[in-house]
């Protein structure tokens, strides 16, 4: 690796958990194999029916809070806390998997299980207990309001301004055990490409909007990423050596 990268912007999906016992969403034992996406996954099936998609993220809770960060997780929040350059993650994933591992700059785009908002004043309420139709907002005191704070299909995704600006700045996309199937997420290396970034893909297989990466690397990320991290902490520390 012979670059020095400035912005290095990471794209995670669920992939990047998977060897934490985490189930994705569309390989063959995927998350919504049981389930219709249009009952658990849609601001239409929240409104008509709160009371099973609560339920169908409470059951997911005690999995995902006792869920511990692999080696792709961890090799991300070394490369955050040693690089040069500035390591921002935007991941699609409400597991806190990053966070766990000791990454600082995480952008939830996709929202955190261990959260709900209040559709009435807006308030985060951050928890890994249970929340139904029944639980009150901390802050407005209203019953009823609360929806677990995951971006459903057909809902806006967060933080966008600052993820637009991460795009218009990095220098280097790395996307991670994504599928590339689902937007706007799956049009940010095109964005970052057309900014003038490298764009690199981590998968298993090649994701649907492969033609648009620059270089592949397959395999299992728990091992992949920690060999591109140590790499590029290699090259950096001996470019420093060298004064290049
Ligand atoms: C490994 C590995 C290992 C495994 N190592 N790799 C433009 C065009 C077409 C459609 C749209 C568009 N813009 C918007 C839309 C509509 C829609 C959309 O994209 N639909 C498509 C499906 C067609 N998007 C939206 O509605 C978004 N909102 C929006 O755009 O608002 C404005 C708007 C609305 C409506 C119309 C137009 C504009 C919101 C999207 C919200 C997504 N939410 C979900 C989950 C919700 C609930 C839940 O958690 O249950 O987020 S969907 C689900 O997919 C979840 C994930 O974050 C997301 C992405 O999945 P991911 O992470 O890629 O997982 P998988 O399983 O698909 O892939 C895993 C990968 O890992 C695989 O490739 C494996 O090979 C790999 N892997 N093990 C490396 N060890």
Redesign the pocket.
Known sequence: MNKQYKHILVL?????S??SGLA????AE???NNHK?ED??TIDAFERNPEYVHA??NEMKPELSAAKPNS?HLALAKLEKEYTGEVNIVT???DTLHEKAGSRKVYHI??Q?NQAVCLNCGQILETWDAVDTQTVCPHCHIAGMMKPN????????LYMNEVERLLKACDLFIS????????????FVQAAKYHGAETWE????A?ANNYLFDKHIY????T?LPAFVDELLKSAEEKEKNND
């Open positions: 995670t999906g669920a992939g990047v998977a060897e994705t969403f569309r390989d995927g998350l919504w996406v658990v996954a169908f993220y792709a699609q994933n409400v996709h929202g299980i995951i971006v459903f299909f057909g809902e806006s995704l991670v055990g994504t599928s590339g199937v689902v937007y706007p997420a799956a049009g981590f998968n298993l297989e994701g395999g299992k990320c728990g992949t």
